[in-house]
């Protein structure tokens, strides 16, 4: 039978983006931000800054060096015994980040195919039947079922299913086989 | 109404990948490939030094200095009067291609939104109502309705709708209105 699939989101997701943005835009800006700090806070709430946001983001090497998420390689390896997995990034406003992320998978998820990366823009076209995401902009569009991964962000988002953590995640896709 | 969408490949549909591909191969290995030379041959059996294809095709600014297809930036303008327009091109193979691709259509398609490009691996994913595309290994498993662009590789294919040029393209798609 063929495999159902699940579009894995990078940022927040598989990276932790939210220590790498707090320690280099504390550093570029003299702030002192911590992941308690911004607890329930939007992006735009928690880095007031847009434009230093904008060029920390853009920076050579921001998204080559996040650090991987607790859990998260074994917790897509035993997913793909049983999913098709595709990681689906919207990357594509900061270029620089491209060739970094596929530079990341390579490195951390070696097991995933490029065939089965996509770095776009908006989700709204992708097909999955799941997605991860810690986004509303991408869940609530997103044409599969989609899975919360709880970030800063979304903690008062409740119209999604959620997961906590990469163990969470594994139990709840490994419960619709 | 919400507009229909379209997702458009890029090398052999929006840039001319193949006069590119000829000129830098013949360079490097001394052939004497031409248009004519290849017409209906697979892309493994027109490159037959594969090694030295992934070469040429991994060397900085190959992409960024493809030549744009002719009618292709007036038609893409003319579409997106009645269609979402999403650029869709299987990247990931090449890293370095990536963010030269965003550079590419940022000159010549500043008029596409970063949400509406898509770099990905497999199109199986791509929920589009058409696709426009030059290989058979996309159209073949696409979800939306797919329409062929002609190329070297895939005249002899009768399978797909077939558009030979832009011109063509336009005519078909706004005749679906």
């Known amino acids: 039978m063929k495999k159902k699939t699940i579009a894995i989101d990078m940022d927040g997701v598989l990276a932790d983006f939210e220590s790498q943005l707090i320690d280099h835009y504390n550093t570029a800006y003299g702030t ?9 806070l939007s992006e735009e709430e928690a880095f007031k800054e847009r434009d230093l946001l904008f060029k920390v983001l853009n920076k ?37 980040s491209l060739a970094e992320k596929v530079a990341w998978l390579g490195e951390y998820f070696p097991f995933i195919k490029w065939e089965n990366i996509v770095l776009c823009g908006s989700k709204r076209i992708i097909n999955t039947d799941y997605m991860i995401d810690d ?10 079922k989609p899975i919360m991964f709880t970030a800063f962000h979304n903690v008062n988002q409740t119209h999604h299913l959620r997961v906590n953590n990469w163990k969470e995640a594994v139990a709840v896709l490994n419960e619709t086989l």
Request: glycine share 4%.
């Open 135 to 144: 986004h509303c902009k991408n869940l609530d569009y997103c044409i599969g």
């Open 60 to 96: 050579d090497n921001f998204f080559r060096t996040l650090p991987v998420m607790q859990d998260a390689v074994e917790s897509v390896r035993e997913l793909q015994k049983n999913f098709e997995i595709f990681i689906v990034s919207a990357a594509t406003e900061f270029p620089v």
């Open 32 to 40: 002192s931000l911590t992941k308690e700090s911004i607890q329930g």
